[in-house]
């Protein structure tokens, strides 16, 4: 394996030990020399290095000062100990200390020249383990919310990614994230190196879905001058995202399950069979049970996509992460218009949490831009009342400072009419309790 990339920092003060390194590893490698402790330890913290081969006795200390540092250094790079004065005590203490390992001068560069690869190699998956991490964090940063339904989606994501073809199958109503979780799963998978390709089944004209997906040679078609290839041809390596994938007929779906078993299909024209390495995700939001039940969709083909599914909660059942949600994209919005941000009222809020969101989080996103735009919220609940909202850290030019006490007021009696004085609902939507929300009901003097 090449690591061209790959920086050393020598630490030597024998003038001809130290070139004889140089000249050695500077054709491979990126090489930085110093030859005492006090440039080391200033270039160690000033720069990243994926190994350090360290002398352990210098002119101006004990290179155990420079290794005590690596772990806190950028990169926290390995260390390989050089020493014309072998002592077994310093040899423990520095392995304990971290380095990788110990080498008597004069040393043979073949033997220096594995312990080397070997430790680059270590850097390089710690690196790749990192990257993977941040990669993660990414990837499911996108899917807003921390509810436990969420949160159990994400888990599933994350145990789903670790397998590159298992096939997957996204249910959920629409506006429920779908996509999101196809991508998440295709970034955190060992085929994000690779395109995932998406297709909206829906979208498509049924008499060109076969070609689409399959593609075509020339001569196929009148009109076809050219061969093509379909997106499955397209996705080789990487993921086929199928988004509505019920609405594809019956021969199609038929092609389809040929492909899936075998990963090999034949393009409209064509003879000769092509095989392609891709995962298949599937998503939809219809109602599978009955389209089995009439015939409508395969039940090979569903049994062979379903092989794990995820099935997206509403918005309506995840009520606690709607706050969440409608901050972070009217965050979003005003700050790609060049705007102040808005602040969130707590009657708003309040109002948002008790809406049913038919849309889920996609007409939550919706409303969320509206607003950035136009500087007011919109009647959820169908009384034709519009919020106007105040900037972060400013007040709105219509409204006047209020006590808590008042804030508290308005906010109990608009959320207990906006649910039609359904007092169990508005105390859950309050976190209060039934009896907290009775006596403040009488003291306002509301029936």
Same mark, same amino acid.
């Given at each position: 394996?090449?690591?061209?990339?790959?920086?050393?920092?020598?630490?030597?003060?024998?003038?001809?030990?130290?070139?004889?390194?140089?000249?050695?590893?500077?054709?491979?490698?990126?090489?930085?020399?110093?030859?005492?402790?006090?440039?080391?330890?200033?270039?160690?913290?000033?720069?990243?290095?994926?190994?350090?081969?360290?002398?352990?006795?210098?002119?101006?200390?004990?290179?155990?000062?420079?290794?005590?540092?690596?772990?806190?250094?950028?990169?926290?790079?390995?260390?390989?100990?050089?020493?014309?004065?072998?002592?077994?005590?310093?040899?423990?203490?520095?392995?304990?200390?971290?380095?990788?390992?110990?080498?008597?001068?004069?040393?043979?560069?073949?033997?220096?020249?594995?312990?080397?690869?070997?430790?680059?190699?270590?850097?390089?998956?710690?690196?790749?383990?990192?990257?993977?991490?941040?990669?993660?964090?990414?990837?499911?940063?996108?899917?807003?919310?921390?509810?436990?339904?969420?949160?159990?989606?994400?888990?599933?994501?994350?145990?789903?990614?670790?397998?590159?073809?298992?096939?997957?199958?996204?249910?959920?109503?629409? #506006?429920?994230?779908?996509? +999101?979780?196809?991508?998440? *799963?295709?970034?955190?998978?060992? !085929?994000?190196? /690779? =395109?995932?390709?998406?297709?909206?089944?829906?979208?498509?004209?049924?008499?060109?879905?076969?070609?689409?997906?399959?593609?075509?040679?020339?001569?196929?078609?009148?009109?076809?001058?050219?061969?093509?290839?379909?997106?499955?041809?397209?996705?080789?390596?990487?993921?086929?995202?199928?988004?509505?994938?019920?609405?594809?007929?019956?021969?199609?779906?038929?092609?389809?399950?040929?492909?899936?078993?075998?990963?090999?299909?034949?393009?409209?024209?064509?003879?000769?069979?092509?095989?392609?390495?891709?995962?298949?995700?599937?998503?939809?939001?219809?109602?599978?049970?009955?389209?089995?039940?009439?015939?409508?969709?395969?039940?090979?083909?569903?049994?062979?996509?379903?092989?794990?599914?995820?099935?997206?909660?509403?918005?309506?059942?995840?009520? #606690?992460?709607?706050?969440? +949600?409608?901050?972070?994209? *009217?965050?979003?919005?005003?700050? !790609?218009?060049? /705007? =102040?941000?808005?602040?969130?009222?707590?009657?708003?809020?309040?109002?948002?949490?008790?809406?049913?969101?038919?849309?889920?989080?996609?007409?939550?996103?919706?409303?969320?831009?509206?607003?950035?735009?136009?500087?007011?919220?919109?009647?959820?609940?169908?009384?034709?009342?519009?919020?106007?909202?105040?900037?972060?850290?400013?007040?709105?030019?219509?409204?006047?400072?209020?006590?808590?006490?008042?804030?508290?007021?308005?906010?109990?009696?608009?959320?207990?009419?906006?649910?039609?004085?359904?007092?169990?609902?508005?105390?859950?939507?309050?976190?209060?309790?039934?009896?907290?929300?009775?006596?403040?009901?009488?003291?306002?003097?509301?029936?």
């Amino acid at each position: 394996m090449s690591y061209e990339n790959a920086s050393i920092l020598i630490v030597e003060d024998d003038l001809t030990i130290g070139e004889h390194l140089v000249g050695h590893y500077g054709s491979l490698y990126s090489v930085v020399w110093c030859s005492d402790i006090a440039s080391a330890i200033e270039t160690v913290s000033s720069h990243t290095f994926d190994l350090v081969l360290l002398d352990m006795h210098l002119p101006d200390g004990e290179g155990t000062q420079v290794l005590q540092i690596l772990p806190d250094a950028p990169g926290s790079p390995q260390a390989i100990i050089l020493t014309a004065f072998p002592e077994h005590q310093m040899a423990v203490r520095t392995i304990k200390m971290g380095a990788l390992d110990y080498l008597e001068k004069p040393f043979d560069l073949d033997d220096l020249d594995l312990i080397v690869a070997k430790a680059l190699q270590q850097s390089y998956s710690r690196q790749k383990l990192a990257l993977g991490d941040r990669q993660r964090v990414d990837a499911l940063d996108s899917i807003k919310g921390d509810s436990d339904a969420v949160n159990h989606v994400k888990e599933l994501i994350s145990t789903i990614a670790q397998s590159p073809d298992t096939t997957v199958l996204i249910t959920g109503e629409t #506006g429920t994230g779908k996509e +999101l979780v196809a991508q998440a *799963i295709h970034e955190l998978s060992a !085929r994000r190196s /690779r =395109p995932i390709v998406r297709v909206n089944c829906a979208a498509l004209p049924s008499s060109l879905i076969e070609a689409e997906l399959f593609g075509y040679e020339k001569g196929a078609y009148t009109d076809a001058k050219k061969s093509r290839k379909g997106y499955i041809e397209m996705a080789a390596g990487g993921t086929l995202f199928l988004d509505e994938i019920g609405e594809l007929g019956l021969e199609v779906q038929s092609k389809l399950l040929r492909f899936l078993e075998a990963k090999t299909f034949t393009k409209i024209g064509g003879e000769r069979e092509i095989q392609v390495d891709v995962r298949v995700i599937a998503a939809t939001n219809r109602d599978m049970a009955r389209m089995l039940e009439d015939k409508s969709f395969r039940s090979d083909l569903y049994y062979r996509l379903n092989v794990v599914q995820i099935n997206l909660p509403t918005l309506r059942e995840r009520s #606690g992460d709607i706050s969440t +949600l409608l901050r972070h994209y *009217i965050t979003h919005y005003c700050q !790609r218009m060049g /705007r =102040p941000v808005l602040e969130l009222g707590a009657e708003i809020l309040a109002e948002a949490t008790a809406y049913h969101w038919p849309g889920n989080v996609r007409e939550l996103r919706n409303v969320a831009e509206r607003t950035a735009l136009l500087g007011t919220f919109p009647s959820l609940l169908g009384d034709g009342r519009t919020h106007q909202m105040r900037q972060q850290n400013g007040d709105s030019t219509e409204e006047a400072f209020k006590t808590l006490a008042d804030v508290e007021r308005e906010l109990i009696i608009a959320t207990y009419h906006r649910l039609q004085k359904n007092k169990t609902r508005t105390a859950e939507v309050l976190g209060i309790n039934r009896v907290t929300l009775r006596k403040k009901l009488e003291e306002y003097g509301v029936q």
